[in-house]
């Protein structure tokens, strides 16, 4: 059964399918859940928009989710192109290193993203904090291990002298069990709303929607996003 925690989170919520998917969760387990967002010279606003209209449509899901779902913040953190380019951050070809991680891999993005969602989140009061990271499907970012979102955050309770909980609902999730707990969280309207709203591609297509989504199909991001659906819809034909 889920539990109700009679406190407010904050939600750190790109637009894309992982943070939309934890949007519900969020609404469900959180009295108020409010979002950040970061500008951070990616490649497509597409992201940015597709937060927006997410939020927009959100509260359509059930008359919970539309008390519950609070304010939203956009913060600029730039700072990454001037460092220097990813394929994240610029035009380049997307390639696989020979540790087997991909060049969209932006280092430090969600320690930073979770300094300053911690930092917003001390200004507001607010202790839980909600990100979409998931080690067991991810395009092997080391960021989104487990052990770094642990280290992450007792680092930030000393170093803000505060008791923060980084929940990370799709840590050990793969991308079909992702849909499996949209489904459970909002049931299939909330599907088709993640399936039509997030997005994930690498190079920002949104011109076809296919049955997992919009995007290139291509990408490593498609690719995982693609998969997953597979998973999720040849489990339901099962069940
Ligand atoms: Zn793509």
């Given at each position: 059964m ?5 406190e ?6 790109s637009g894309g399918?992982?943070?939309a998917?934890?949007?519900g969760w969020?609404l469900?387990?959180f009295i108020?859940v409010?979002t950040?967002?970061?500008?951070y ?6 992201e940015?928009?597709?937060r927006r209209?997410l939020r ?5 899901i059930?008359t ?5 779902l ?7 953190l ?5 460092i220097g ?9 997307i390639?696989v ?8 891999f932006v ?10 969602a ?12 909600v ?6 499907d991810s395009?092997?970012?080391?960021d989104c291990?487990d052990?770094a ?7 930030l309770?000393?170093g803000m002298n505060?008791r923060?909980?980084i ?6 999730l ?6 499996r707990l949209?489904?459970a969280e909002g049931?299939k309207?909330f599907v088709d ?5 997030s997005?994930t ?8 929607l296919?049955?997992?989504?919009y ?8 690719r995982?996003r693609?998969h997953?659906w ?6 339901e034909t099962?069940a």
């Open positions: 889920l539990t109700l925690h009679n407010p989170a904050l939600l750190l919520f399918q992982d943070s998917t934890c949007l969020a469900n387990h108020r409010e950040v967002g970061f500008a010279g990616q490649r497509h606003a597409v940015l928009e597709c209209s927009e449509s959100a509260p359509g059930n919970a989710w539309r008390t519950r609070g304010g939203d913040t956009l913060l600029e730039d700072l990454f192109s001037q380019d990813t394929a994240m951050t610029s035009d380049m070809p390639a290193d020979d540790q087997g991680l991909p060049n969209t280092p430090g993005r969600n320690l930073l993203f979770l300094t300053a911690a930092a917003l989140a001390w200004k507001k009061g607010i202790r839980h904090i990100i979409g990271v998931c080690e067991a395009s092997g970012y080391p291990r052990d979102v642990k280290a992450m955050q007792v680092a309770n000393i505060a923060f909980v929940h990370a609902p799709l840590m050990r793969d991308k079909a069990d992702a849909w949209a489904e049931g309207a709303l993640v399936r039509a709203q997005h591609c690498y190079l920002g297509e949104r011109g076809q296919h049955a997992w989504g995007g290139c199909g291509e990408c490593p991001a498609c995982l693609a997953g597979e998973g999720y819809i040849a489990g099962r």
